[in-house]
């Protein structure tokens, strides 16, 4: 972290589904933004003169929040149990913030007409141990996947971390399914892939996280923060 | 500013090794690697840093949230390795066909570990083997006896080992008609065995899984390959990937086929748990029916010949429910533990791994490692 900086950072997304959302959420609590522009990267809270705000992308604002960058933050919940969870360095201060809806699916190509749960992933996965072969799949978020896949019994997964275009893993070959966000599941439906019946592995919305690592000469403005938060 | 400030820390949970506990780790790692290459083992020592699919192929991915995975400067996957074995397996099919050609090799060296359930990373410092090229009891017997052999020249006074076996579990349970689903849910759950409603919790994954069929009438029973082929052409001519129209067609109708009643997983979960229950002694002394094929005799002999070696001041104990949490295992599975239960060390066989890795083998297969740092904290230092 940046010592010279003597204000508490709270690092909110700058684009996408979450971005609005949180300015909003702010807003209801009684922390009001102001922006200069749309495009700057910074901002401030007129009624803490002590706090800065830094729009980053949603995905690295766990990390960087994680890593004492900042203060506080909002991201997916997702987002941030993938990349921290059981950290000591930060936590989840309230999570369900009502915005950022998103669902972690398990999705197969829909010719593999018997398979329709998770379930029936335990037995392909054996079936093709027994070819030498390995069950791929391709996900932006292979921790979350890993631990709820285990928690069903199925182990024997390779997983393939990629960042983007998952849909298209299974038709380029460098995965045999996927878990992916969806909303609506029409770019996996598109895409000849169908989520399983049982295959939400995580329900998520957005979170406010904080560092374990706040000054003390901010705590008394971090802890008005967290009480306007959680009223 | 204080000058404080700027200092670096040493990452959490990796240790610095003074010179003392160093002194102690060069020292048993010498004699345990003096030893292996007197008894014919080459010393190899392959690199830190590996392309990741070599360990997610060597786990089936089971530890891929628990290995340091990231894109080098050449924008290649890798990982520092978790453990020797995948390496080591790789390094010996690389020289097969060299003048260097070997089938025993030991090494020495650090691995990386991440554990998500405590955030702990950490650096082990290992030494052990891998033996390729065996089956059946005597290449057991030489594994376990070079663990014990190891662990008498690390200095370490009292120790125990668990000693179960994957294989004669998995033959039981087939060889009492049920299938490989079934095998699959149980041997995935062995280590939780002795935890609280293991029972309940197993038949409720049997249920989510689609194991367990309500009644004992199928109207589906009858499925012919024409019939599902016929009803399902459109999705079937999709893109399906590495499987084939005859691999989904033949599960789908096995699927129907497979399940099996309440009473039956109930039958299976019970016998599972009567061979889980037993001692040593009870194991040894118990030739029924049940228990009589050729793998449990000669598992039986196995237990006798490392009661002999270990004597009576260290014990050995059965235990059916090992596995280390991983899932290549197929015979003989070991963990040794101080008297205070610190794990030590541990290995078995592992005969699938070669095919696994992408290499045309199967004379077997099996290893151990020492963890140093565990070692060297509990002699003291």
């Known amino acids: 972290m940046n010592k010279a900086s003597e204000k508490l950072r709270i690092l909110l997304p700058s684009s996408g589904s979450l971005a609005d959302g949180a300015i909003s959420f702010m807003s209801k609590k009684g922390i009001n933004i102001e922006k200069e522009s749309d495009r700057k990267l910074v901002g401030k809270v007129k009624e803490f003169p002590d706090v800065e705000i830094f729009f980053q992308r949603s995905g690295d604002i766990p990390l960087s929040v994680d890593r004492g960058m900042g203060h506080f933050g909002i991201t997916g919940l997702d987002r941030y149990l993938e990349n921290c969870e ?8 309230k999570d369900s913030l009502k915005f950022g809806d998103s669902k972690l699916v398990v999705a197969v190509p829909d010719g593999w007409i018997d398979v329709t749960s998770i379930s029936d992933l335990v037995e392909v996965c054996y079936e093709f141990k027994q070819n030498n072969n390995n069950l791929r799949l391709a996900t932006k978020y292979p921790n979350i996947v890993r631990r709820k896949l285990e928690e069903f019994g199925v182990t024997n997964v390779v997983l393939v971390t990629a960042s983007g275009g998952l849909e298209a893993a299974p038709m380029i070959g460098y995965a045999d399914i996927i878990a992916d966000i969806t909303v609506t599941g029409t770019t996996m439906k598109e895409n000849n892939l169908r989520p399983l019946l049982d295959g939400v592995l995580f329900d998520s919305q957005a979170a406010f996280i904080s560092s374990n690592d706040i000054p003390s000469k ?14 | 500013m204080n000058n404080s400030d700027n200092k670096v820390l040493r990452l959490n949970n990796f240790e610095d090794f003074g010179p003392s506990r160093l002194k102690l780790l060069k020292y048993i790692e010498n004699n345990c690697l003096e030893y292996l290459i007197n ?17 997610f192929k060597k786990s089936l991915g089971s530890t891929s949230s628990s290995t340091y995975t990231f894109m080098d400067l050449e924008n290649q996957l890798v990982s520092m390795r978790p453990d020797f074995t995948a390496s080591v397996i790789r390094l010996i099919f690389d020289n097969s066909q060299k003048k260097e050609s070997m089938n025993k090799v030991c090494y020495s060296g650090p691995v990386f570990r991440y554990e998500p359930a405590t955030s702990k990373s950490m650096q082990i410092y290992q030494v052990g083997a891998e033996f390729l090229g065996q089956k059946g009891n005597d290449s057991d017997l030489e594994l376990l006896s070079n663990s014990i052999k190891c662990l008498d020249l690390s200095g370490v006074k009292n120790y125990k080992i668990d000693l179960g076996n994957v294989g004669i579990v998995r033959e039981f349970i087939l060889e009492k008609g049920f299938g490989n689903s079934i095998a699959e849910l149980i041997l995935n759950n062995l280590g939780n065995f002795n935890k609280k409603n293991w029972e309940k919790n197993l038949i409720y994954k049997a249920n989510q899984l689609n194991l367990i069929r309500l009644s004992n009438n199928n109207e589906n029973d009858s499925l012919s390959y024409e019939s599902i082929l016929n009803d399902y052409k459109d999705r079937l001519s999709l893109n399906l990937g590495m499987r084939t129209q005859k691999d989904i067609i033949n599960r789908f109708a096995g699927k129907v086929a497979s399940q099996v009643t309440m009473e039956e997983i109930k039958e299976c979960i019970d016998l599972v748990k009567k061979i889980m229950s037993m001692n040593i002694e009870e194991f040894l002394n ?15 002999i196995l237990l006798k010949n490392i009661q002999n070696i270990l004597g009576e001041k260290r014990s050995l104990s059965l235990n059916f429910s090992l596995t280390r949490n991983l899932a290549y295992y197929n015979g003989i599975v070991f963990d040794v533990k101080s008297n205070q239960g610190i794990i030590l060390g541990g290995g078995g066989r592992y005969d699938d791994l070669p095919s696994r890795l992408g290499y045309d083998f199967d004379k077997g297969c099996l290893g151990f490692a020492l963890n140093l740092t565990k070692t060297t904290e509990v002699i003291g230092y």
């Open chain 2, 39 to 55: 008894s014919g083992y080459s010393n190899v020592d392959p690199p830190i840093l590996e392309s990741a699919d070599l360990f």
């Open chain 1, 86 to 93: 059981g950290s000591r360095n930060s936590y989840v201060v």
């Open chain 1, 218 to 231: 901010l705590k008394k403005t971090s802890e008005q923060i967290i009480k306007k938060i959680n009223l």
């Open chain 2, 286 to 300: 118990n030739n029924g029916n049940d228990l009589n094929t050729k793998s449990c005799n000669e598992f039986r």
